[in-house]
């Protein structure tokens, strides 16, 4: 029996970004409930998750080491050019994808910030490395005080300070590109 192809995924375009909708109607069908005295398979893989959770730290310090060797690499070169700039995205990136699968996501706007600041420079040479520097710390503290009680109160104050400083610096800098400005005013649409 020959498998059924599924549809083409539905895109949706934005100004900014696509969201893209896959088919599921075939992944759907080969999903069933668990039988009687059969494990559930979703909460399977959330004992699983339960198991490596006690990693979920360590791979959260390799992830902030690596965004301060990309950051201490900008340094010693006194350069932030499209390699250095890349390397430091990605290490960004990564924590902002990884934060809540972690359970960490006090860190996202911070490294999303960072990101942004990136994304959004005309001109990579332009940006303060006081600018990095912040980012980095920021994201490094907040891993590191995750176990506070208060983690979230300070992370959001540190990171709405982190993100008004960076749109400050972005809008200056995209004076000249009215329809980057509108991006850096309304993120969302």
Same mark, same amino acid.
């Given at each position: ?15 900014d ?17 668990a ?6 398979q ?5 004992m ?34 499209k390699? *250095? ?5 990605? &290490?960004?990136? @990564? ?9 960490? =996501? $006090? #860190? ?11 994304d ?7 940006i ?28 959001? *104050? ?5 993100? &008004?400083?960076t @749109? ?6 995209n004076?000249?590109? =009215? $329809? #980057? ?9």
């Amino acid at each position: 029996m020959a498998s059924e192809p599924a549809d083409a995924p539905k895109v949706a375009n934005f100004k900014d970004h696509q969201v893209i909708t896959p088919d599921t109607r075939k992944l759907r069908r080969t999903v069933r409930a668990a039988l009687p005295g059969e494990a559930d398979q979703v909460e399977a893989a959330e004992m699983a998750m339960m198991r490596l959770s006690g990693d979920f730290q360590l791979w959260m310090n390799d992830e902030c080491l690596k965004l301060d060797a990309a950051r201490q690499k900008i340094a010693a070169t006194g350069v932030l050019s499209k390699e *250095t700039s890349q390397e430091l995205y990605l &290490a960004a990136h @990564d924590i902002k994808g990884d934060g809540p699968t972690f359970g960490y =996501p $006090e #860190v996202v706007r911070a490294a999303d910030s960072l990101c942004r600041l990136i994304d959004h420079s005309p001109e990579l040479t332009k940006i303060p490395m006081a600018i990095i520097d912040q980012h980095v710390d920021a994201i490094r503290a907040i891993v590191r005080e995750h176990q506070r009680d208060d983690i979230a109160q300070i992370a959001g *104050t540190l990171t709405q300070t982190l993100r &008004a400083v960076t @749109d400050e610096f972005l809008l200056a800098e995209n004076a000249h590109r =009215p $329809e #980057v400005q509108h991006i850096i005013r309304n993120p969302m649409g």
